[in-house]
């Protein structure tokens, strides 16, 4: 295979919409899999709670034990708030949206970044606009593949993926500014100000390292190349799951077709429509080992920021698009 120069274009639908429509007249029951679970909000306090101690005693680590940690626990502790920010803000923790958004401000506390209520509002349009070039912000940017396709530029992206997945959306389409992205930036820069000028700035950036490594060379990092990566080539899929252990630290985040296919079904429920529809799941293509993948994008020649389908060439110049949400659509169902 000769190493991509383009990405891999698409003249079809994404999947996702035939597959609901299909699994839901064939299998009525999963509609009662939809709705929110109460339980989220408990899980996520306990690890809010444990990063919260560690951040605490950060400033008394030695150098060796504050790099360890950070990278061990404090970033597999801060990857699974990443994925369980996104189960809130598909408004599947409490029943009213106000509540879903204050407890994805809260959680945000550890990840130090005001990302929460931005990243709710663009991840909306991954949803609804797939592979669209220019509005999804999940893409690589043109520029990002022309750089950054060869093994050092692969390196460097995945060294600071972090920092593009958190800068990316921004150079990709604007969205008006709520007091809901104000109240979150100002609830990030009060809490951490307060604590380091009572405590020590250095439990900041215990968190902020932790961050840092959850998105960068960490075996969980490499669900971000899992989700929409096309490591084997053209296919129809564009879309896939990983059905590993790390699923249990991660509020099963690898569940992604399936997540695809029904935004509004809590993580405690996914992994049953599979088992209620396995004829849709069994066939597709999965992924094995979230921290393969990111040994196989630095190695593969194949793999790099242009393996990824796009389709609606030049759509980021319509004007007639749906209006980027920010409170009515971050649980879509088709």
């Given at each position: 295979?000769t ?63 504050f ?8 970033a ?10 996104h189960e809130?803000?598909h ?5 009213k ?6 407890f994805?401000?809260l ?11 931005m ?11 797939l ?22 530029g ?21 969205i ?30 215990y ?45 099963n985040g ?13 993580w405690?429920k996914i ?8 004829e ?23 793999v ?8 609606e ?13 920010t409170g009515?659509?971050?649980?879509l169902?088709?």
């Amino acid at each position: 295979m000769t190493p991509r120069k383009d990405f891999m274009w698409s003249q079809q639908e994404y999947m996702h919409v035939a597959r609901n429509r299909e699994m839901l007249r064939k299998y009525p029951e999963i509609k009662k899999l939809m709705g929110y679970d109460t339980t989220t909000k408990y899980y996520c306090i306990v690890i809010v709670l444990i990063q919260a101690i560690i951040g605490y005693y950060a400033p008394y680590m030695s150098w060796p034990v504050f790099l360890i940690t950070a990278y061990v626990v404090g970033a597999t502790i801060n990857s699974a708030l990443f994925l369980a920010t996104h189960e809130v803000t598909h408004y599947l923790a409490f029943k009213k949206r106000w509540h879903n958004d204050a407890f994805a401000i809260l959680i945000n506390f550890p990840i130090v970044v005001p990302f929460a209520m931005m990243f709710k509002t663009y991840h909306a349009d991954h949803h609804r606009y797939l592979g669209w070039d220019g509005i999804d912000p999940d893409l690589p940017a043109d520029f990002e593949a022309k750089l950054l396709s060869n093994f050092p530029g692969k390196l460097f992206y995945m060294t600071f993926q972090i920092l593009f997945y958190t800068c990316r959306p921004m150079m990709v389409r604007f969205i008006d500014f709520k007091m809901i992205h104000a109240i979150n930036y100002a609830a990030m820069l009060s809490v951490h100000g307060w604590i380091a000028y009572h405590h020590s700035y250095w439990s900041t950036a215990y968190w902020i390292a932790s961050g840092f490594f959850a998105g960068s060379l960490h075996p969980l990092a490499g669900h971000f190349l899992a989700e929409h990566y096309m490591f084997d080539g053209e296919s129809e899929q564009e879309t896939f799951s990983y059905y590993g252990i790390l699923n249990k630290v991660t509020f099963n985040g690898g569940y992604h077709v399936e997540h695809h296919d029904f935004p509004a079904i809590p993580w405690t429920k996914i992994d049953q429509v599979r088992k209620i529809a396995p004829e849709f799941y069994d066939h597709l293509k999965s992924v094995d080992s979230w921290a393969w993948l990111v040994v196989r994008f630095l190695f593969d020649p194949n793999v790099s920021s242009y393996s990824r389908v796009k389709r609606e060439r030049g759509a980021w110049a319509r004007k007639q698009l749906i209006p980027t949400a920010t409170g009515s659509g971050a649980v879509l169902n088709f």
